[in-house]
């Protein structure tokens, strides 16, 4: 299905403009146009009269910001709801409303964003981007589950403390399934004090994303009290113009983070990039496929006192303890046709599915603690420590997979 991209100016239906939405699951509602400007988008509409265990979408057409979402969830047997948001951002997941009388209420912060910066400016996406529900201009809800039981949506601009993302395949909402990072997965325990913006896009380079005005449009909303996260390595390592490399370029574009951060009064934190699965011939211990690339971020972290979350580390922490095999659980390694069209196996040593994602998340969330971030007041209550010595176990984790899947590798390795 193609998805608008771009709003265009004539095109904007009048609600867009309204400041708070309120819709009654209860009751028919529309498909998803530009005249009503929201409705039930992208899978068929749920039937109320006889309600199904099928995934559904709700789309409304709200400006760029923040919103706080509130969910009312129950109303039939056995419902089980998992909730994501935008680009397959999970926000609150296996919600039980066991009897038909049971509800319960779930509130969150959705990011919402459009490409354009000011005047005739955006961001330059790609042309795969086109088709995310990230840069449209619509908010878009997934209700997904064993039983998605939805009753109301109310919708309410917001104003909170953002952290925004910025970084590479291992960060961005992944658009498919079986893919998924880290960067859509925090958002699950962060509760409606605080929103998650992920500009990350697979493939880019710290030089390319500053090149293709995501920085810009950080810059554009970015306040005091906002918090950028920089996660770049992957594919930094792969540039080969003159200059290029860890010790001069690469450092050269994250001290233009760091100062066009601090310009606008907010805080910038590092994380050293993952770990790609390669093991060395005794298949306990990872090599270093990253060269002297995390090193030369902490040392602009520490010249620049800039807090650092050593990903890095945690991830080989994590993959070794995992194990050669039990490794593999967490990124895209699965036998053939196990999604439609995929004819071969899949096997992926960088790239997370959602499991490995949920794992990366975590380590990301025990960062933030151990570096005292402002941020952690804004946990959930039922956040629990995690240690990468310790990572949960890929047996039980619990995962809705959305309709969409895509076999093809994202950009970047």
């Given at each position: 299905?193609?998805?608008?991209?771009?709003a265009?100016?004539?095109?904007?239906?009048?609600?867009?403009?309204?400041?708070?939405?309120?819709?009654?699951?209860?009751?028919?509602?529309?498909?998803?146009?530009?005249?009503?400007?929201?409705?039930?988008?992208?899978?068929?509409a749920?039937?109320?009269?006889?309600?199904?265990?099928?995934?559904?979408?709700?789309?409304?057409?709200?400006?760029?910001?923040?919103?706080?979402?509130r969910?009312?969830?129950?109303?039939?047997?056995?419902?089980?709801?998992?909730?994501?948001?935008?680009?397959?951002?999970?926000?609150?997941?296996?919600i039980?409303?066991?009897?038909?009388?049971?509800?319960?209420?779930?509130?969150?912060?959705?990011?919402?964003?459009?490409?354009?910066?000011?005047?005739?400016?955006?961001?330059?996406?790609?042309?795969?981007?086109?088709?995310?529900?990230?840069?449209?201009?619509?908010?878009?809800?997934?209700?997904?589950?064993?039983?998605?039981?939805?009753?109301?949506?109310?919708?309410?601009?917001?104003d909170?403390?953002?952290?925004?993302?910025?970084?590479n395949?291992?960060?961005?909402?992944?658009?498919?399934?079986?893919?998924?990072?880290w960067?859509?997965?925090?958002?699950?325990?962060?509760?409606?004090?605080?929103?998650?913006?992920?500009?990350?896009?697979?493939?880019?380079?710290?030089?390319?994303?500053?090149?293709?005005?995501?920085?810009?449009?950080?810059?554009?909303?970015?306040?005091?009290?906002?918090?950028?996260?920089?996660?770049?390595?992957?594919?930094?390592?792969?540039?080969?113009?003159?200059?290029d490399?860890?010790?001069?370029?690469?450092?050269?574009?994250?001290?233009i983070?760091?100062?066009?951060?601090?310009?606008?009064?907010?805080?910038?934190?590092?994380?050293?990039p993952?770990?790609?699965?390669?093991?060395?011939?005794?298949?306990?211990?990872?090599?270093?496929?990253?060269?002297?690339?995390?090193?030369?971020?902490?040392?602009?972290?520490?010249?620049?006192?800039?807090?650092?979350?050593?990903?890095?580390?945690?991830?080989?922490?994590?993959?070794?303890?995992?194990?050669?095999?039990?490794?593999?659980?967490?990124?895209?390694?699965?036998?053939?046709?196990?999604?439609?069209?995929?004819?071969?196996?899949?096997?992926?040593?960088?790239?997370?599915?959602?499991?490995?994602?949920s794992?990366?998340?975590?380590?990301?969330?025990?960062?933030?603690?151990?570096?005292?971030?402002p941020?952690?007041k804004?946990?959930?209550?039922?956040?629990?420590?995690?240690?990468?010595?310790?990572?949960?176990?890929?047996?039980?984790?619990?995962?809705?997979?959305?309709r969409?899947?895509?076999?093809v590798?994202?950009?970047?390795?």
């Amino acid at each position: 299905m193609k998805r608008m991209w771009m709003a265009v100016v004539a095109m904007i239906p009048t609600m867009m403009m309204a400041q708070t939405f309120d819709f009654d699951l209860t009751k028919a509602l529309p498909i998803y146009n530009v005249q009503d400007g929201y409705g039930y988008d992208i899978l068929p509409a749920p039937s109320v009269k006889k309600p199904t265990a099928e995934p559904f979408y709700f789309s409304v057409a709200v400006p760029d910001g923040n919103y706080r979402v509130r969910v009312e969830l129950g109303g039939v047997k056995n419902g089980n709801t998992t909730v994501r948001a935008e680009g397959r951002r999970l926000m609150m997941d296996n919600i039980l409303t066991p009897k038909k009388k049971d509800t319960q209420v779930v509130e969150f912060v959705v990011n919402k964003r459009s490409t354009l910066i000011e005047g005739d400016k955006r961001v330059k996406i790609k042309d795969r981007e086109k088709e995310y529900l990230t840069w449209d201009e619509k908010l878009t809800l997934e209700f997904n589950g064993p039983q998605p039981a939805v009753r109301s949506i109310h919708i309410e601009p917001v104003d909170v403390p953002t952290i925004y993302l910025c970084g590479n395949s291992t960060v961005v909402d992944q658009a498919n399934e079986p893919w998924a990072s880290w960067g859509q997965l925090i958002t699950r325990w962060f509760g409606p004090e605080v929103a998650v913006s992920n500009h990350a896009e697979s493939g880019l380079t710290a030089r390319t994303f500053i090149g293709s005005y995501r920085l810009d449009k950080i810059l554009q909303t970015l306040k005091k009290g906002d918090y950028v996260f920089v996660e770049f390595g992957h594919n930094d390592e792969k540039e080969k113009r003159p200059g290029d490399g860890a010790w001069y370029h690469y450092q050269y574009q994250l001290k233009i983070f760091v100062d066009e951060v601090r310009a606008k009064g907010a805080e910038i934190v590092f994380c050293t990039p993952t770990q790609r699965r390669a093991f060395n011939d005794d298949n306990k211990t990872l090599k270093n496929t990253h060269g002297d690339f995390p090193a030369a971020m902490k040392m602009v972290a520490e010249r620049e006192r800039v807090p650092l979350i050593d990903l890095n580390q945690m991830t080989k922490v994590l993959f070794e303890t995992l194990g050669f095999e039990d490794s593999k659980r967490a990124l895209v390694h699965y036998p053939a046709n196990t999604f439609p069209g995929q004819p071969k196996a899949l096997a992926d040593n960088t790239h997370f599915n959602p499991y490995g994602a949920s794992q990366v998340a975590k380590c990301v969330v025990m960062g933030m603690k151990q570096l005292n971030l402002p941020l952690v007041k804004f946990l959930r209550p039922d956040w629990q420590d995690f240690d990468p010595a310790q990572p949960d176990d890929w047996n039980t984790f619990q995962w809705a997979p959305a309709r969409n899947a895509d076999v093809v590798k994202p950009d970047g390795n």
